[in-house]
């Protein structure tokens, strides 16, 4: 299976979806309807950030599926390969549920669930990763042709005994004269198998995309107490009167068989699975850009700034505004100067200073107050200036770049 999301394509035909390019065995999604009535019997902006977009993107942009799945019904994960595969191809309706975790056989990574094995093929020259196991050929029985010794005489233990026999003979291909049989609408010969399917075994066969799902027929129908049987490379049909047709849950069979591991795991990080986790979330509707005036708010208990444009923040980061003795002072003010670097040098409070190169200078006051990069710290939030507001680098270019000359500025406690 070609695991590529991106890459997928779908045709419907004949109430069969294809998904993809797929080697003849590989399932097709079959009509979901038909699938439940054939199993039915069994079942804050960190500082200096830029700023952000006036209309923001759709959530959308930055959704995915899953990558993972946890299954109540069973207490298992299933994901990746796996989950692509299964999700694409019916999930629990083609296949059942996940029932162990992945393993290790025969080289490879498995995993079973309620009606199917899924095989980790990463090799496979046609990209198809996932195979389906051939689980109907390990349901063959050692041979017994004719009946064994039955303790007692009753006639229970000779029907049984019998019946396990007739099982077994119907792993015998047909022979020449059986198999010249003309094909109609209640019988059909297939000769990759040497076996036939008949009535309603197949027209769920046929229905469910016949070898592409089930496989070929490898027994005749056969009957144990009371039940009609037949199996196939990758399943097996039953039904019984006044009962349609069901898919046997080989898989939970085969696990109990080999004694594999089916307790419930822990869910960990993956979410439950529903059907949700695959819609997209509808684009987020574009917001209207702000407008008004474009103004400046700067916190000194907080030491936190604000750039707004009308009552609608635009950005914002935490400060250095004056430390004690050198107090930022509060008020309204205007900027009336820019300077995209000066070296500030002098003498405040009896403190000599010398700073070179100051980027993104933008003074507010007659006497020296700026609010300008700061490249020297990075202890925004406490106040460590002469008087000045520091800014992140980045938080002040962009800054520079929105507020004109003429901007007010609110400064308070």
Same mark, same amino acid.
């Not at 129908?221 to 080989?250: C, D, H, M, N």
């Not at 509808?282 to 407008?291: D, G, H, L, M, R």
């Not at 930022?328 to 070179?356: D, R, W």
């Not at 520079?400 to 406690?413: C, D, K, L, P, Q």
């Given at each position: 299976?070609?695991?590529?999301?991106?890459?997928?394509?779908?045709?419907?035909?004949?109430?069969?979806?294809?998904?993809? @390019?797929?080697?003849?065995?590989?399932?097709?999604?079959?009509?979901?309807?038909?699938?439940?009535?054939?199993?039915?019997?069994?079942?804050?902006?960190?500082?200096?950030?830029?700023?952000?977009?006036?209309?923001?993107?759709?959530?959308?942009?930055?959704?995915?599926?899953?990558?993972?799945?946890?299954?109540?019904? !069973? &207490?298992?994960?299933?994901?990746?390969?796996?989950?692509?595969?299964?999700?694409?191809?019916?999930?629990?309706?083609? $296949?059942?549920?996940?029932?162990?975790?992945?393993?290790?056989?025969?080289?490879? !990574?498995?995993?079973?669930?309620?009606?199917?094995?899924?095989?980790?093929?990463?090799?496979?020259? /046609?990209?198809? *990763? =996932?195979?389906?196991?051939?689980?109907?050929?390990?349901?063959?029985?050692?041979? *017994?042709?004719?009946?064994?010794?039955?303790?007692?005489?009753?006639?229970? &233990?000779?029907?049984?005994?019998?019946?396990?026999?007739?099982?077994?003979?119907?792993?015998?291909?047909?022979?020449?004269?059986?198999?010249?049989?003309?094909?109609?609408?209640?019988?059909?010969? *297939?000769?990759?198998?040497?076996?036939?399917?008949?009535?309603?075994?197949?027209?769920?066969?046929?229905?469910?995309?016949?070898?592409?799902?089930?496989?070929?027929?490898?027994?005749?129908?056969?009957?144990?107490?009371?039940?009609?049987?037949?199996?196939?490379?990758?399943?097996?049909?039953?039904?019984?009167?006044?009962?349609?047709?069901?898919?046997?849950?080989?898989?939970?069979?085969?696990?109990?068989?080999?004694?594999?591991?089916?307790?419930?795991? @822990?869910?960990?990080?993956?979410?439950? $699975?529903?059907?949700?986790?695959?819609?997209?979330?509808?684009?987020?509707?574009?917001?209207?850009?702000?407008?008004?005036?474009?103004?400046?708010?700067?916190?000194?208990?907080?030491?936190?700034?604000?750039?707004?444009?009308?009552?609608?923040? =635009?950005?914002?980061?935490?400060?250095?505004?004056?430390?004690?003795?050198?107090?930022?002072?509060?008020?309204?003010?205007?900027?009336?100067?820019?300077? *995209?670097?000066? !070296?500030?040098?002098?003498?405040?409070?009896?403190?000599?200073? /010398?700073?070179?190169?100051?980027?993104?200078?933008?003074?507010?006051?007659?006497?020296?107050?700026?609010?300008?990069? !700061?490249?020297?710290?990075?202890?925004?939030?406490?106040?460590?200036?002469?008087?000045?507001?520091?800014?992140?680098?980045?938080?002040?270019?962009?800054?520079?770049?929105?507020?004109?000359? &003429?901007?007010?500025?609110?400064?308070?406690?």
């Amino acid at each position: 299976m070609d695991t590529n999301r991106g890459d997928e394509r779908r045709q419907r035909f004949g109430g069969v979806f294809e998904r993809g @390019a797929r080697p003849p065995w590989a399932p097709r999604l079959v009509v979901f309807g038909l699938l439940a009535l054939l199993l039915s019997p069994a079942a804050t902006m960190a500082q200096g950030t830029s700023p952000p977009a006036i209309q923001p993107a759709s959530t959308a942009d930055n959704w995915a599926p899953p990558s993972s799945v946890f299954v109540p019904a !069973t &207490g298992q994960t299933i994901a990746g390969a796996f989950l692509d595969f299964w999700h694409g191809n019916g999930a629990a309706t083609a $296949y059942g549920n996940p029932i162990t975790p992945e393993l290790q056989q025969n080289g490879h !990574t498995v995993q079973y669930l309620d009606y199917a094995r899924f095989e980790l093929w990463p090799d496979d020259p /046609n990209g198809n *990763v =996932v195979h389906l196991g051939s689980i109907g050929t390990e349901l063959r029985p050692y041979t *017994v042709l004719r009946p064994p010794p039955v303790m007692g005489s009753s006639a229970k &233990g000779r029907d049984t005994a019998n019946e396990m026999v007739k099982a077994a003979r119907a792993w015998l291909p047909l022979d020449a004269k059986a198999a010249a049989r003309p094909t109609d609408d209640t019988w059909r010969y *297939v000769p990759a198998t040497k076996h036939s399917v008949a009535n309603g075994f197949k027209a769920l066969w046929e229905r469910t995309g016949d070898v592409n799902y089930l496989g070929n027929p490898l027994t005749e129908e056969f009957i144990l107490q009371g039940v009609t049987y037949q199996v196939f490379e990758r399943g097996e049909l039953a039904w019984s009167r006044g009962k349609a047709p069901w898919l046997v849950p080989v898989g939970d069979q085969l696990a109990k068989r080999y004694k594999l591991p089916t307790a419930p795991v @822990a869910q960990g990080d993956s979410p439950t $699975y529903s059907e949700d986790l695959w819609t997209p979330p509808a684009p987020a509707k574009p917001q209207p850009a702000p407008s008004g005036e474009r103004w400046i708010e700067v916190n000194l208990s907080t030491q936190y700034l604000i750039a707004w444009q009308g009552n609608v923040s =635009v950005n914002e980061t935490y400060v250095s505004t004056g430390r004690a003795g050198f107090d930022t002072p509060a008020g309204t003010f205007y900027i009336n100067n820019k300077l *995209v670097s000066q !070296t500030m040098a002098g003498v405040i409070g009896g403190e000599e200073y /010398n700073v070179p190169d100051v980027p993104w200078v933008m003074y507010f006051t007659d006497v020296g107050h700026a609010l300008h990069g !700061t490249y020297w710290h990075n202890n925004f939030g406490t106040p460590m200036s002469h008087g000045c507001v520091n800014l992140p680098m980045d938080f002040a270019e962009w800054l520079y770049g929105w507020a004109n000359i &003429g901007t007010r500025v609110e400064i308070h406690s």
